[in-house]
């Protein structure tokens, strides 16, 4: 194997060792993010629970019985 063979892959290998720190810092804030908004939809649904009146025996939803 010739000298610039072996420099060219080496470029290349940094190169990629390069581009897999940046997939794996893109990944981590991600995977931040992805936590920081579930958190946000517990609270939120929390939030709508407390708010919302406590259900009836009778859905809101049924026709009456005229119908």
Known sequence: ???SRLAE??????FNEDLL???NR????QQQRITDL???VRDLR???QRSL???SDAPAHEIPPHY
């Not at 892959?9 to 940094?14: D, H, R, T």
């Not at 893109?26 to 804030?29: G, L, N, R």
């Open 1 to 3: 194997m010739d000298e």
């Open 9 to 14: 892959i080496e470029i290349k290998l940094s």
């Open 21 to 23: 720190e940046e997939l």
């Open 26 to 29: 893109t990944v981590a804030q």
């Open 38 to 40: 579930e958190q946000r």
């Open 46 to 48: 929390l939030q709508l």
């Open 53 to 55: 009146p406590p259900e």
